[in-house]
């Protein structure tokens, strides 16, 4: 069964970028723009993996992950934020907030489907790779 993932980030050149390193690996990618459409879409769609872009307009990704976790239809989907901001402070906001692993922008083209892969096996312990 094709594994969907549900990408929510408002930068066009990462949603083309992630979705064609994951399409091309063989996972089925579906976008959202904004934080709103991205937590609607997320209970329909219940995806097998919900990456998180932190730095959305408007709703931003630490209120994304805190109202799919205080939804029982989306609260047990896993999270990772998706982050340009390698901050300190950043892992651990997302963390609280209910991701439960963190990758860092640019993405790397190289490395980045096996650590979406992890995260989609449970393997949260790369959670600090990219
Ligand atoms: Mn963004």
Redesign the pocket.
């Known amino acids: 069964m094709t594994e969907r993932i549900l990408l929510i ?3 066009e050149n990462n949603r083309y970028l992630v979705t064609f390193l994951l399409e091309a690996a063989g996972y089925e990618v579906v976008q959202a723009g904004d934080g709103p459409s991205g937590v609607a879409l997320a209970a329909r769609l219940q995806p097998a993996l919900v990456l998180l ?1 932190i ?2 307009p408007g709703m931003d990704g630490y209120a994304v992950a805190r109202a799919l976790k205080a939804d029982a239809a989306t609260a047990a989907l896993p999270i990772v934020a998706v982050t340009s901001h390698a901050m300190a402070g950043d892992r651990g906001a997302a963390l609280a907030a209910g991701c439960r692993g963190y990758l860092t922008k640019p993405i790397d083209p190289d490395t980045f489907v096996a650590t979406v892969r992890r995260h989609l096996q449970g393997d949260f312990g790369g959670a600090e790779a990219s």
């Open positions: 980030e408002d930068n872009d730095q959305l």
